[in-house]
Every structure is written in C-alpha cells, then in structure tokens.
C-alpha cells in the first residue's frame, strides 16, 4: 500500500542514479488561496507515504508553523516522522549575506572616496531586489539540504515577488554571459599589449583563465545553473493554487503567462474551497474560472473541497493532503 | 645606421602606437565594465543584485579607474585627442 502509492521518481533506489535531486513541488499563488495548507497538508501525506519530505516555507509572513501546529526555525526541525520544516529568515539572510561580502570588500574599497562600501552596502540591504535575491540564495541552500530527502515542497511568497524571483536566474545568466565577453574582451586585449610590448607590467592572471572576476563570474553562473535546474527541470513540479474568485482567477492567469516567459510550465492547478452543485456553476460561471479551464486545456486540474473548520486539525491536513496526492499520481499515471 | 637598424627603430615605433590604441580601448572596456556594475548611480540598468554583490569584491582596481577617471575628467578631451593624434 505504501509503495504503491509513492510518486514516481520519490523512492531512492530508483531516483538515486540518474537524479539526485528529490521530486521538487513549488507550491505559488495568490495571498491567502490556501498556498501553506496544501503545501502542510501535501507534506504529512507525502512523508505518511514512506517518503522522506521537507517543506519550506519562503513566505516573509510564515505561517506554516502555525499550519503544521509546531514552532519552525530557519534550520530543519522534525515535525513527525518522515517530515521536515523550515521557514525561511530572508531578514537575516539578506544581512548576514552583505555583513560577510562587507567585510571581504573593506580593504580592497576602504581608501576610496567616491565608494563608501559602508553606506553602499547598508543601502543594499534596504535596496529593492534584495529579498527577491535572497530568496534564491535561500533556495540554493535547499537544494543542497534537499539531497538527503524524497521530495521537497517550496511553499512560495505572494505571486508577484515569487514570479520576480523565478526570474531572476534568466535575467541574471544574461547578465552573466554579457559581463564575460566583455571581460574576456579585456584580458585578451591585455594579453596582446603584453605580448607585443613584453613588459612585465601586467598581473600574470589577466592573461591566463585565472582571472578572478571570469572565475567568480563562472562560479556563480554555475550556481544559478543548479539552482534554474531545482527549479524547472524534470522531477520539479510548479502547483498553482486558485480559488472560484475573479481576482484569484486573473491573477492565476497572469502567473501562467509570465512562468512559460520564464521557461516554466503549469501542469497542475489546484482549485482550492470548491463548493457543491447549484454554488459552484454560478461561482465558476461568475469568477471567469469556467472560461479560463476552457482556454489553458493543457493544464490538469485538481479541485479540493471546503474543510472548513476541520483543515486546522492534523486528520484534516491529512485528508487534504492524500487527496492532493492521489489525484496528482492518477494524473502521472494517466499521462504516462 | 644600417638597415637593421632602421628597422628596429621602424618596428619599436609601430609597436608602441599599435599598443596605444589598444591600451585605449581596454581603458574603456574596463570603464565600461566597472560603469555596468555601479550604473545603477547614473541611472543604467543594473544587473541582478545577487551578481553585483558577487563581483565588487574583485574590482578594486576597476573602480579606482573610475575614480581616477572621474577625477580627471576636466581634461577628457585632451585625453582623446591625445590617442587620436589630433
């Protein structure tokens, strides 16, 4: 029973050769859809299944602690057996991360007048962009944790600043091969000045590879290579939560749009608080959600009933949590 | 003098003015390099935070180009008209 119902991919013997990384659920959508209970709740499940889960919430306002009913911290902590949690401090990831490149940039930029690092970098951490950054700093650090899991379950901010940070390694890979060139374009001037001249003024690494800003420039377009591919390649999964609301409706349809601009596909929408009979057409007649299903027929649905009051309780989480389950095997199943 | 001579002369010469553009233009990749990382003060776009914050530790020297550039700038034309020859 338990095997038989584990997703494909999520048992280790299996995924251990050809992919390391654990099945990847990114759960998006708009504020208060229901994003941290389907993610609590697809969780339990997963790890009541025999597989080996981390859930992370990447909201700034956490809340799934209270969802899971323990208290979390930016480290891992056992919820039950088989599950992780963590939340995210983008707060103190962002400072910790400008105090550490702070310290590396005082005594190269300390005598400069025109660049006060200090006040530079203490505006960085106000600076917009930055939680959108740490955020992928945070995600890379997941991936790393994530090896030693089955499958891991990203409960993400609001739409806007999730899409902004999915974006990031695109833009910033442009970036990146752009800086290069021109880098390059540098060094092999420098090295033809050298090689004509024969002076000995240069500083030998700009003329072989090892040149640290190239080096630090293919590190880090390394990195975001890994992380882009925790976050789109096979085995990871984007989840749009929605409601039968008009606003939750446009707002779903407008993330679909900009994650296929970003290379990322929607498989799956999860309808959230469905109701029963006569409510429901006039609802998803009234939000667009009728018209919209019509339009993105590529896209597998999952509509999950109202629990009302018994979501908050751990047999509901549970509940809600196999259904998810079930019906995203069944759709697996059927699609392959 | 004998022809040798002559062309070593010849050669030096042709050497030093080939360099000089060359040292031009790596001057302003590197000013332009530098000026893509901090552009945000002027109003370029920046490039993602994550990679500026990357990269400054390893561009002290691009940055005191700047300075120095920045510092000099009264004299700018002078500069290019230098290189240019005119």
């Known amino acids: 029973m338990i095997s038989s119902h584990r997703l494909p991919g999520s048992s280790k013997s299996e995924g251990e050769k050809t992919s390391p990384l654990p099945k990847r659920f990114i759960v998006i959508g708009k504020g208060g859809t229901g994003k941290t209970t389907v993610s609590a709740a697809m969780a339990r499940a997963l790890s009541s299944r025999g597989s080996r889960t981390l859930v992370v919430s990447l909201d700034p306002a956490h809340n799934l602690g209270d969802v899971l009913g323990s208290s979390l911290a930016a480290e891992p902590k056992e ?9 995210v401090d983008l707060d103190s990831q962002v400072q910790a991360y400008v105090r550490k490149k702070l310290s590396q940039m005082r005594p190269i930029y300390g005598h400069l007048q025109i660049f006060n690092a200090d006040h530079f970098l203490e505006a960085l951490e106000q600076s917009p962009g930055m939680e959108e950054f740490a955020m992928l700093e945070a995600v890379g650090e997941i991936r790393e944790r994530s090896l030693a899991y089955d499958a891991v379950i990203l409960d993400t901010a609001p739409t806007g600043m999730t899409l902004r940070m999915l974006s990031l390694p695109a833009v910033t890979l442009l970036w990146i091969d752009n800086l290069l060139s021109l880098r390059l374009k540098i060094l092999e001037r420098r ?15 700009d003329l072989s590879g ?56 929607v498989g799956t929408c999860i309808i959230n608080r469905t109701t029963e009979g006569k409510e429901r057409i006039t609802r998803y ?17 999952i509509e999950l009933p109202d629990m009302g009051g018994e979501i908050s309780t751990p047999q509901g989480l549970d509940a809600l949590g196999n259904m998810i389950i079930d019906a995203l095997s069944a759709q697996q199943g059927g699609h392959r | 003098m004998s022809h040798w001579d002559i062309l070593e002369l ?72 230098g290189i240019l020859k005119i």
């Open chain 1, 79 to 87: 919820v039950k057996e088989g599950l992780s949690a963590l939340e």
């Open chain 1, 191 to 205: 090295a033809y000045i050298q090689r004509v001249e024969g002076s000995g003024k240069l500083r030998t690494e």
């Open chain 1, 210 to 265: 090892d040149d640290p800003v190239v080096q630090e420039l293919r590190r880090y377009r390394g990195e975001i290579i890994e992380i882009q591919s925790f976050l789109r390649d096979t085995d990871a999964m984007v989840l749009l939560i929605l409601q039968a609301d008009k606003l939750s409706v446009t707002e779903a349809d407008r993330a679909i749009e900009k994650l296929s601009n970003g290379g990322f596909t």
């Open chain 1, 285 to 301: 007649a009234v939000s667009g959600l009728d018209e919209f299903i019509r339009r993105r027929g590529g896209i597998r649905w």
């Open chain 2, 10 to 81: 010849l050669k030096t010469a042709l050497r030093r003015q080939a360099t000089e553009y060359v040292r031009a233009e790596v001057q302003a990749l590197e000013e332009a390099f530098a000026l893509l990382l901090v552009g945000t003060f002027i109003g370029l776009p920046a490039p993602t935070t994550g990679l500026v914050l990357r990269l400054l530790p390893h561009l002290g020297s691009e940055l005191e180009l700047l300075e120095r550039r920045v510092a000099e700038s009264d004299d700018l034309f002078a500069q290019v008209a």
